[in-house]
């Protein structure tokens, strides 16, 4: 397929990395906002910059110098901000480590830390409690020196370290360069315009470097910032006003069986002032990203006149494609950036160039992990399966891996099946089982402990009505108790780790294909055969 490139507008490039770096913000009508002791406290952005700097003079003192990299560890906070500004202002490294997957001890050589920032741990060499940063803040005597601490990054510096949340295995290190950042945050500015009167609410974790970005907008573009952790975004919402929230499907389909159960069917303009009161009564537009979000989530969002644009990216290429004002078409994850291209290769997947790549490698990984993604023309193989419509929208079908490849041969793309499923009320999430097998199984993730297994039964044979013979879903296992991230079976984005499922409910999986060997006739697209996980005996 030929190269598809986005033709929207493009404003001028602004080098954001460095105007923070060398500059300070002199904005004192913004202010990010976050909870601190119990408290909603409020910074201006000129506060904020000011501590900042403080902290990398104390950075500094302490002999941390540009290129060194400073790991921080710990969950969203005020502290983690100041960290990242001020390793900008240092012109270092940070690398950011997802709380609960990393152990202190292990990354300060593993990853040639010359500094590691991490929640309630004693000080010992290069590690800090991060809670020590406050009091660097405040310090005013470092207001004295305001030379900057180093002359600027060039665009192929590195700034930041990501990792990857894969499902299993050691996360992948990926360095990211200076000019990719500016790019990818540039090009979503000229989209979504964002300035005076907005509000960003930032809940996803700060170890995401893309999340940290609407901190450097902040500050670039001149607009407020709410700072929360997932379990108080909506607390926080309704206390700070946000303009713009952005969070993973997850989180949008909670809020939509939330105000579903709470206010039951409701019309359009009901439903949307619902969902404006969940969320502070001020939102312009939402954002969604990170996992594919469900055709019954999108339009619960979208018909009530509350914007939920869905794009499509990753680590290793950031934001490919997204929807917004300009251009917008439900189900689609938008046109591809100005700054991106894209191809399929013959099998079908996406590949990626960028203008100005995150890298052209991981630098922590197993050998041969880099050639799997990273491709010798400096593209990204994505290993989705997707394709572009006559207009330009990119639509994603799912991955290689969720492709399931039946006994007889046939392949099932398990996406379309799974949103499907999920449409029950009763589906909190769902995976599907059956490579070499020959018929489907779904294991089904309950949203409430009083599932009915009946219902589900019905819905999967509503379902069966309208897929080929090899996609009938013809048995489900329901599980006992949710995925979720600490039962180790969706990742930080909410994402199901397939393969972890499959292993967790193997020996129920095999009880179900055994059964059909001796019993056949109680497997049928028209009466599926349910095995409810959480009784003692499967229910028919």
Same mark, same amino acid.
Not at 152 to 168: C, E, H, M, N, R
Not at 329 to 339: D, E, H, I, Q
Not at 513 to 519: N, Q
């Given at each position: 397929m030929s190269e598809m490139r986005s033709q929207a507008p493009r404003g001028p490039d602004v080098d954001l990395v460095n105007a923070i770096a060398l500059r300070g913000c002199d904005d004192e009508r913004h202010v990010i906002r976050f909870r601190q002791d119990g408290v909603v406290r409020a910074w201006t952005l000129a506060e904020l910059d000011r501590k900042a700097a403080r902290v990398a003079r104390r950075l500094h003192a302490l002999g941390l110098r540009p290129r060194d990299r400073v790991g921080v560890l710990s969950r969203n906070r005020i502290e983690f901000v100041l960290l990242d500004l001020a390793v900008l202002k240092l012109g270092a490294v940070t690398a950011g480590f997802e709380a609960g997957r990393f152990e202190p001890a292990r990354i300060v050589d593993l990853y040639g830390l010359k500094a590691?920032?991490?929640?309630?741990?004693? $000080?010992?060499?290069?590690?800090?409690? @991060?809670? /020590?940063?406050?009091?660097?803040?405040?310090?005013? &005597?470092?207001?004295?020196?305001?030379?900057?601490?180093?002359?600027?990054?060039?665009?192929?510096?590195? =700034?930041?370290?990501?990792?990857?949340?894969?499902?299993?295995?050691?996360p992948k290190g990926l360095e990211a360069t200076v000019a990719s950042v500016n790019s990818s945050i540039n090009e979503v500015q000229a989209m979504f315009g964002h300035g005076d009167g907005d509000n960003l609410l930032v809940f996803l974790r700060l170890a995401l470097l893309q999340q940290r970005y609407w901190i450097y907008s902040a500050l670039a573009f001149g607009h407020d910032l709410t700072l929360s952790d997932l379990d108080q975004a909506l607390d926080m919402a309704k206390a700070c006003q946000p303009t713009v929230v952005m969070g993973v499907p997850g989180f949008y389909e909670a809020l939509r069986a939330? !105000?579903?159960?709470?206010?039951?069917?409701?019309?359009?303009?009901? %439903?949307?002032?619902? +969902?404006?009161?969940? !969320?502070?009564? #001020? *939102? #312009?537009?939402?954002?969604?990203?990170?996992?594919?979000?469900?055709?019954?989530?999108?339009?619960?969002?979208?018909?009530?006149?509350?914007?939920?644009? /869905?794009g499509?990216?990753?680590?290793?290429?950031? +934001?490919?494609?997204k929807n917004h004002p300009g251009?917008? $078409?439900?189900?689609? *994850?938008?046109?591809?950036?100005?700054?991106?291209? @894209?191809?399929?290769?013959?099998?079908?997947?996406?590949?990626v160039a960028s203008r100005h790549p995150v890298n052209c490698r991981y630098t922590w990984c197993d050998p041969g992990v880099s050639e799997k993604s990273f491709l010798p023309s400096a593209e990204v193989k994505t290993w989705d399966l997707g394709h572009v419509d006559e207009d330009g929208f990119l639509y994603i079908h799912g991955r290689v891996d969720d492709v399931l490849t039946m006994a007889s041969g046939r392949n099932v793309l398990a996406r379309p099946l799974e949103e499907g499923l999920r449409r029950h009320p009763d589906v909190h999430e769902c995976v599907l089982y059956g490579t070499g097998k020959p018929f489907i199984t779904?294991? !089904?993730?309950?949203?409430?402990?009083?599932?009915?297994? /009946?219902?589900? $039964?019905?819905? +999967?044979?509503?379902?069966?009505?309208?897929?080929?013979? &090899?996609? %009938?879903?013809?048995?489900?296992?329901?599980?006992? /108790?949710?995925?979720?991230?600490?039962?180790? =079976? !969706?990742?930080?984005?909410?994402?199901?780790? $397939?393969?972890?499922?499959?292993? %967790?409910?193997?020996?129920?999986?095999?009880?179900?294909?055994?059964?059909?060997? #001796?019993?056949?006739?109680a497997f049928s697209a028209d009466a599926a055969y349910v095995r409810d996980g959480r009784a003692p005996q499967p229910s028919f």
């Open positions: 590691l920032f991490a929640e309630g741990v004693d $000080r010992s060499g290069a590690v800090f409690d @991060i809670a /020590e940063v406050q009091a660097w803040a405040e310090c005013v &005597e470092a207001d004295a020196a305001e030379r900057p601490l180093h002359a600027g990054y060039d665009p192929a510096d590195v =700034l930041a370290i990501k990792f990857t949340s894969g499902s299993t295995g050691a939330s !105000l579903s159960q709470r206010h039951g069917d409701a019309d359009s303009a009901a %439903r949307g002032a619902q +969902i404006q009161a969940a !969320l502070g009564g #001020r *939102v #312009r537009y939402l954002w969604t990203g990170s996992a594919p979000a469900s055709r019954t989530v999108l339009e619960f969002f979208n018909h009530a006149g509350v914007p939920l644009y /869905e499509y990216g990753s680590n290793e290429a950031c +934001i490919v494609a251009a917008f $078409r439900l189900g689609s *994850v938008g046109k591809v950036l100005p700054n991106k291209s @894209i191809r399929f290769d013959q099998d079908g997947v996406l590949i779904a294991i !089904l993730s309950p949203a409430l402990a009083g599932a009915d297994a /009946e219902a589900l $039964r019905r819905h +999967i044979r509503a379902l069966n009505e309208d897929v080929f013979q &090899e996609a %009938r879903i013809l048995a489900a296992l329901i599980v006992d /108790e949710p995925f979720s991230i600490e039962n180790g =079976l !969706l990742t930080s984005q909410f994402k199901p780790k $397939r393969k972890m499922i499959h292993q %967790r409910y193997m020996a129920q999986l095999d009880d179900i294909y055994a059964r059909h060997a #001796r019993t056949p006739e």
